[in-house]
């Protein structure tokens, strides 16, 4: 024969599905307070009095940006308006995941037949590059993309 469920019982069961919820939630807030960075810029306000200037002196160079992933291989190809491709006097890119940073590798590019080459060892799943490179005039030149490795 069972025992009889009581008053006492009961609030145990209650009690101790509340402590598994809340003990689960505390983890995951530690978790993602950890792993991600959290900010785009420093200042929105401040980043908003240039944007439209910068903006259209991005837009001015004429610019376009395609990029791959094959083989262990990074691949960025400037293009300017003709097609035709583009060497920038300076050029930095941080490839990681969108959700932490600890997986995010700063590679080290160099110019080869017409397009920026580096080297990259990237798991499967969801990457983004966020890059700058600047034009010989001093134009700043940035972008955020997304990148898919299949696996």
């Given at each position: 024969m069972a025992a009889p469920l009581t008053g006492r019982k009961v609030f145990l069961i209650a009690a101790?599905?509340?402590a598994?919820?809340?003990?689960?939630?505390?983890?995951?807030?530690?978790?993602?307070?950890?792993?991600?960075?959290g900010l785009e810029v420093k200042n929105s306000y401040v980043a908003s009095q240039t944007f439209d200037a910068?903006?259209?002196a991005q837009?001015?160079?004429g610019w376009t940006l395609g990029h791959t992933y094959e083989a262990g291989e990074l691949r960025l190809a400037f293009r300017d308006a003709d097609g035709l491709p583009v060497r920038v006097e300076r050029l930095s890119a941080t490839v990681g995941r969108t959700t932490e940073a600890s997986d995010d590798l700063k590679p080290d590019f160099a110019w080869?037949?017409?397009?920026?080459?580096?080297?990259?060892?990237?798991a499967p799943g969801k990457w983004m590059i966020l890059l700058e490179a600047f034009?010989?005039?001093?134009?700043?030149?940035?972008?955020?993309?997304d990148l898919f490795v299949k696996g």
């Open positions: 101790s599905a509340f598994v919820i809340i003990g689960v939630n505390v983890l995951m807030a530690v978790k993602a307070i950890g792993t991600f960075p910068e903006r259209a837009e001015a160079l080869r037949n017409g397009d920026y080459v580096a080297p990259a060892d990237l034009a010989e005039d001093g134009t700043r030149f940035h972008q955020r993309l």
